[in-house]
């Protein structure tokens, strides 16, 4: 009976010790977890609070407020995150708590960081389209596409007018001189441009003649070598393998409404901004507000030229009327041959003269068609041969706005250097606000993955790997 009773309760203690060290074993493992859980959502807890005021993104900044950017200082962060919820240092009446587990973590180690510039800044685009996502309708991203793919069509954005113009009256300049002989006579020829006095206002530089007061225009230059988009970047590891984003025609389509939204441009300045032609850096990509600007003016004033060429070319009257013109120009020369040069230089200069008022237009808050028609038309061409000034615009409901060619010549542009000059903007204005001197987009991470190591103090060692994100 005694030997019987012994082997039992040999059995039996055997048993409760093995429940006693699986519970322990267990209880390590559930610490481990919720230690290790605790300390990621402290490192997510930790997401910069302008980025998040300013363009409602989340993202850790791993400088911390430093000059120097590193993911092994996120690391750290989290270590002290887990040491810190392991020990009993700052916990309220220590005395009280004993650590049973006597568990330690030996190391931490990120295997995996997304950077905001990763993927040619895709890490950024996929945060930005979430926050747009729900603002804009499909309808309305339809129309930007088709009229996109007008301009593409009829090579609105190739189509130099203004250099076609300046060959025709180069064309004309050089019959000035010229000896002709008339009736056994021989005569030097005196042509005069009938459009020489407009053509001042394009070769001077447009912009002063379409806004209302020049002198008001933002010169703020930009400290070169400041900027993402020219300085070797830090890299990561690319996107979150968990994140699905195909990063595709729509998706970057409401990327652009996110820039329009969360940028400054002429007409709309953003107050805190660095720039102030915010939208229109990121299309240029010049270091002066002025040139930015000018820049993207020109470009406007460029499409403009180019779609009332083609509506004059496609008018049988106005065609007609240049063509009477011409030849009344080049009988009182007794050049007949010079007629089409005339025609080409009235046609020209009238396209151009029209999309002077058309970009004056645009400035005033005014909107244009793409294409225009007969009542859309402003000048005549009797307007342009006695052309005093541009206009004063009306504005209509109709066509597009200064805005929607900013998001047209987004759409022109690839993806990879929009989002880059993007987060220069952002770099920009973040550094005017305190403690954030030395901040950057490359050393700002939205997911990471961590392997850690644990160990008791009887020796076992334990590891762990957890992936968190934004």
């Known amino acids: 009976m005694t030997v019987f009773l012994s082997l039992i309760l040999s059995v039996m203690i055997s048993l409760c010790l093995l429940l006693v060290l ?20 402290n490192i997510l807890a930790e997401y910069h609070r302008e980025l998040l005021r300013q363009y409602d993104l989340f993202f850790v900044d791993t400088s911390y407020g430093s000059s120097h950017a590193d993911y092994r200082q996120t690391g750290e962060h989290l270590l002290d995150y887990i040491q810190k919820n392991l020990g009993s240092e700052e916990i ?30 895709a890490v950024l ?29 009829y090579e609105l954005n190739s189509t130099d007018v203004l250099a076609r113009q300046q060959q025709a009256c180069k064309e004309l300049k050089e019959w000035n001189g010229s000896v002709i002989t008339v009736n056994g006579v021989e005569q030097t020829l005196q042509v005069e441009n009938p459009v020489a006095e407009i053509c001042t206002y394009w070769e001077a530089g447009i912009l002063n003649h379409v806004t209302e007061d020049s002198a008001k225009l933002s010169t703020r230059n930009i400290s070169p070598g400041s900027r993402l988009s020219d300085r070797d970047i830090l890299v990561g590891t690319g996107m979150n393998p968990a ?66 060429l083609l509506y004059i070319l496609s008018d049988a009257e106005k065609m007609e009327i240049a063509e009477l013109l011409a030849y009344g120009f080049a ?23 029209e999309s002077l008022y058309d970009v004056s237009v645009l400035l005033k808050e005014g909107r244009v068609p793409l294409f225009k028609s007969a009542g859309d038309w402003h000048y005549s061409l009797e307007e342009i041969l006695s052309f005093g000034g541009v206009a004063d615009g009306e504005k209509e409901d109709n066509g597009l706005a200064y805005t929607d060619y900013l998001r047209l010549f987004l759409m022109l542009q690839d993806k990879e250097t929009t989002t880059y000059r993007l987060m220069d903007i952002m770099e920009m204005d973040i550094r005017q606000t305190p403690g954030n001197q030395y901040f950057r987009m490359d050393g700002c991470i939205d997911s990471l993955t961590a392997v850690l190591q644990y160990s008791g103090r009887d020796g076992k060692t334990y590891y762990i790997t957890r992936s968190y994100g934004y």
């Open 331 to 353: 009988t009182l020369l007794t050049l007949p041959e010079l007629a089409p040069v005339f025609q080409a230089v009235l046609v020209l200069t009238w396209a151009l003269a």
């Open 125 to 153: 685009r996929r945060q930005a389209v979430e926050v747009m996502y729900q603002r804009y309708g499909i309808t309305y991203l339809q129309q930007l596409e088709s009229w996109m793919n007008e301009i593409r069509e």
């Open 243 to 308: 994140v699905e984003y195909e990063d595709n025609w729509w998706q970057q389509l409401i990327f652009h409404e996110y820039i329009m939204a969360y940028t400054g441009h002429y007409g709309a300045e953003k107050e805190e901004g660095y720039l102030q032609y915010q939208t229109e850096y990121i299309i240029a990509g010049q270091d002066n507000d002025l040139e930015n600007l000018k820049s993207v003016v020109t470009a406007i004033f460029g499409i403009r030229a180019a779609a009332n």
């Open 22 to 41: 699986g519970a322990r074993e267990n209880t390590r493992r559930m610490e481990i977890e919720c230690v290790t859980d605790i300390g990621m959502n």
């Open 92 to 121: 309220l009446l220590p005395f009280l708590y004993r650590n049973l587990l006597k568990l330690r973590v030996d190391s931490v180690e990120l295997t995996q960081v997304s950077t905001a510039s990763d993927e040619g800044g």
